[in-house]
Protein backbone atom coordinates (compact mmCIF):
# COMPACT_ATOMS: atom_id res chain seq x y z
CA UNK A 1 0.00 0.00 0.00
CA UNK A 2 1.39 3.74 -0.68
CA UNK A 3 1.00 5.87 1.98
CA UNK A 4 -1.40 9.12 1.24
CA UNK A 5 0.33 12.58 1.71
CA UNK A 6 -0.10 13.99 5.21
CA UNK A 7 -1.85 16.97 3.07
CA UNK A 8 -4.49 14.17 2.25
CA UNK A 9 -5.14 12.71 5.17
CA UNK A 10 -5.89 16.13 7.46
CA UNK A 11 -7.85 17.28 4.83
CA UNK A 12 -9.57 14.32 5.09
CA UNK A 13 -9.59 14.44 8.78
CA UNK A 14 -11.27 17.95 8.60
CA UNK A 15 -14.08 16.62 6.37
CA UNK A 16 -15.13 14.10 8.85
CA UNK A 17 -14.50 16.37 11.88
CA UNK A 18 -16.87 18.88 9.98
CA UNK A 19 -19.06 16.37 9.32
CA UNK A 20 -19.19 15.17 12.89
CA UNK A 21 -20.23 18.49 13.99
CA UNK A 22 -23.16 18.76 11.59
CA UNK A 23 -24.06 15.75 13.06
CA UNK A 24 -23.96 16.72 17.01
CA UNK A 25 -25.37 19.67 16.06
CA UNK A 26 -28.59 18.70 14.50
CA UNK A 27 -29.38 14.76 15.59
CA UNK A 28 -27.96 15.32 19.31
CA UNK A 29 -29.42 19.30 19.59
CA UNK A 30 -31.61 20.10 17.29
CA UNK A 31 -33.75 17.13 16.19
CA UNK A 32 -34.70 16.45 20.32
CA UNK A 33 -35.45 19.60 20.59
CA UNK A 34 -37.78 19.90 17.58
CA UNK A 35 -38.86 16.60 18.71
CA UNK A 36 -39.34 17.39 22.56
CA UNK A 37 -42.18 20.42 21.41
CA UNK A 38 -39.57 23.04 21.35
CA UNK A 39 -40.62 24.76 17.65
CA UNK A 40 -43.05 27.08 15.67
CA UNK A 41 -46.61 26.95 17.26
CA UNK A 42 -48.39 25.50 13.89
CA UNK A 43 -45.11 22.97 13.05
CA UNK A 44 -45.45 21.18 16.46
CA UNK A 45 -47.08 17.88 15.81
CA UNK A 46 -47.60 14.89 18.42
CA UNK A 47 -44.47 12.72 18.55
CA UNK A 48 -43.73 9.29 20.76
CA UNK A 49 -41.80 9.93 23.75
CA UNK A 50 -38.89 7.95 22.55
CA UNK A 51 -38.35 9.99 19.54
CA UNK A 52 -35.49 12.84 20.97
CA UNK A 53 -33.89 9.79 22.36
CA UNK A 54 -33.78 7.91 19.27
CA UNK A 55 -32.03 11.13 17.66
CA UNK A 56 -29.49 11.10 20.49
CA UNK A 57 -28.35 7.91 20.07
CA UNK A 58 -28.14 8.14 16.19
CA UNK A 59 -26.22 11.29 16.62
CA UNK A 60 -23.73 9.79 19.15
CA UNK A 61 -23.18 6.75 16.91
CA UNK A 62 -22.60 8.38 14.10
CA UNK A 63 -20.09 10.79 15.74
CA UNK A 64 -18.26 7.79 17.49
CA UNK A 65 -18.18 5.91 13.52
CA UNK A 66 -16.59 9.28 11.84
CA UNK A 67 -14.07 9.13 15.27
CA UNK A 68 -13.59 5.69 14.27
CA UNK A 69 -13.30 6.49 10.84
CA UNK A 70 -10.60 9.11 11.04
CA UNK A 71 -8.78 7.22 13.23
CA UNK A 72 -8.88 4.06 10.11
CA UNK A 73 -7.72 6.53 7.80
CA UNK A 74 -4.17 7.15 9.98
CA UNK A 75 -3.76 3.51 10.94
CA UNK A 76 -3.77 2.39 7.18
CA UNK A 77 -0.29 4.34 7.01
CA UNK A 78 1.13 1.71 9.21
CA UNK A 79 1.44 -2.26 7.80
CA UNK A 80 0.97 -3.39 11.41
CA UNK A 81 -2.29 -1.58 11.75
CA UNK A 82 -3.33 -1.25 8.44
CA UNK A 83 -6.34 -4.45 8.69
CA UNK A 84 -8.05 -2.42 11.59
CA UNK A 85 -8.21 0.53 9.82
CA UNK A 86 -9.26 -0.99 6.67
CA UNK A 87 -12.25 -2.66 8.71
CA UNK A 88 -13.14 1.23 10.09
CA UNK A 89 -13.20 2.40 7.03
CA UNK A 90 -15.90 0.04 5.66
CA UNK A 91 -17.51 -0.10 9.06
CA UNK A 92 -17.60 4.03 8.06
CA UNK A 93 -18.64 3.26 4.69
CA UNK A 94 -21.78 1.89 5.92
CA UNK A 95 -22.85 3.74 8.03
CA UNK A 96 -22.14 7.00 5.70
CA UNK A 97 -24.79 5.01 3.26
CA UNK A 98 -27.13 5.21 5.59
CA UNK A 99 -26.38 8.80 6.23
CA UNK A 100 -26.87 9.45 2.53
CA UNK A 101 -30.18 7.77 2.54
CA UNK A 102 -31.40 9.87 5.27
CA UNK A 103 -30.47 13.02 3.61
CA UNK A 104 -32.04 11.82 0.21
CA UNK A 105 -35.43 10.97 2.18
CA UNK A 106 -35.86 13.22 4.52
CA UNK A 107 -34.36 16.35 2.31
CA UNK A 108 -31.65 17.32 4.38
CA UNK A 109 -29.18 18.24 1.70
CA UNK A 110 -26.40 19.26 3.96
CA UNK A 111 -26.06 15.43 4.98
CA UNK A 112 -26.57 14.28 1.72
CA UNK A 113 -23.43 16.36 0.50
CA UNK A 114 -21.32 15.54 3.69
CA UNK A 115 -22.34 11.94 3.03
CA UNK A 116 -21.47 11.92 -0.56
CA UNK A 117 -17.88 13.70 -0.27
CA UNK A 118 -16.93 11.63 2.94
CA UNK A 119 -17.92 8.33 1.42
CA UNK A 120 -16.28 9.58 -2.01
CA UNK A 121 -13.17 10.06 -0.11
CA UNK A 122 -12.87 6.88 2.16
CA UNK A 123 -13.20 5.40 -1.07
CA UNK A 124 -10.27 7.05 -2.87
CA UNK A 125 -8.27 6.56 0.46
CA UNK A 126 -9.12 3.18 1.15
CA UNK A 127 -8.74 2.11 -2.31
CA UNK A 128 -5.13 0.92 -2.13
CA UNK A 129 -5.72 -0.88 1.01
CA UNK A 130 -7.68 -3.27 -0.45
CA UNK A 131 -5.73 -3.39 -3.73
CA UNK A 132 -3.96 -6.75 -4.85
CA UNK A 133 -0.45 -6.63 -3.63
CA UNK A 134 2.12 -6.17 -7.04
CA UNK A 135 4.83 -8.62 -7.66
Same mark, same amino acid.
Given at each position: #? ?5 ? !??? $??? %?????? &? ?26 T ?13 ? #? ?5 ? !?A? $??? %?????? &???R ?14 L ?6 S ?24 AK???
Amino acid at each position: #MTHSSTA !ALL $GAT %ALILFE &TIAIVLFFCIAMPLFAGGIAFEDETAPTPAYVPYGFLVAGIV #MAGVNGW !AAR $GLW %AMQSPS &TASRGSSALVGAGAVHILLLGFGLLSGEHLFTIFAAAVLALLAVLARPAFAKPSG
